[in-house]
């Protein structure tokens, strides 16, 4: 049974970048496992971030499909060839795979590829003892159940008032939905001044506060040039303390919601 493992945010919080760093702690701590990454954020770069080229994105292999004058290869269904290219754009890393989901251009596409997406993911996960997904920054997957259930979920804040409530109401909204949840978990990233004046926002989210992780201007500069995150750690002081905030977490099958 696979380890799901997914992240939330309102924009500007750095989630991509927790994502990133969250992939290679587990690629380090867990080697004998094998891990799936899903970029679900349409407005991500997680690919980058991770140094990885990608093959194709859901929403690429949907336009291919809609482009076919005559559709899906003789003897294939329409789901079948879908499955089948999504399988092939999988892109292979150093201890993780990627699955990107892309940017729907057309009107209602989104909710087609949400819907494709989740059944998906039901079925990679199942070859996977990891899954990492790096949702978009709103609430949109979590509204639309694109995770059915999630073992660990962090939501990331940044250093505000605005980003602390902003954790608090896709918390809430998770409960509404009444989704599968293990442990949650609020990480407050980018923090650059005395974090004791956000203490009574961060109680009033109900969250258990994983850690905090200072502004880091090597990630930073890392990021505006375009740089791979996880393949330039040496100088990153946010990296060691982020190690150190989830060796106090355990991610193992075992702890895994019941499906």
Do not use: W
């Not at 974090?195 to 990630?219: N, Q, R, V, Y």
Request: proline share 2%.
């Amino acid at each position: 049974m696979s380890h799901t493992i997914a992240l939330a945010g309102k924009g500007g919080t750095g989630k991509t970048t927790i994502s990133a760093l969250l992939i290679d702690y587990l690629r380090k701590t867990q080697s004998s496992s094998s891990i799936l990454t899903i970029d679900a954020d349409p407005n991500s770069n997680l690919n980058q971030v991770l140094g990885v080229e990608l093959n194709d994105t859901v929403v690429g292999i949907l336009d291919k499909l809609a482009g076919l004058k005559d559709g899906p290869p003789s003897g294939m269904t329409k789901n079948r060839f879908i499955e089948y290219e999504v399988q092939n754009s999988v892109s292979e890393s150093k201890g993780f795979d990627l699955l990107a989901m892309g940017r729907p251009e057309g009107p209602g596409c989104y909710c087609y590829v949400n819907s494709v997406l989740r059944g998906l993911i039901d079925k990679l996960s199942k070859a996977y003892d990891f899954v990492v997904i790096d949702n978009e920054a709103g609430m949109e997957h979590l509204s639309r159940r694109i995770e059915k259930s999630i073992d660990t979920f962090f939501i990331i804040s940044d250093y505000s008032r605005v980003g602390v409530r902003s954790a608090k109401r896709i918390s809430d909204l998770a409960e509404e939905m009444k989704l599968k949840i293990g442990s949650k978990y609020l990480i407050v990233n980018m923090a650059d001044g005395d974090i004791s004046l956000l203490k009574e926002e961060i109680k009033k989210t109900g969250l258990k506060l994983a850690g905090i992780i200072p502004f880091d201007k090597e990630i930073e500069n890392l990021s505006l040039a375009g740089k791979s995150i996880i393949n330039n750690l040496e100088k990153s002081k946010a990296s060691g303390l982020f190690t150190k905030i989830m060796a106090s977490i355990k991610f193992t099958q075992k702890e895994a919601v019941t499906k």
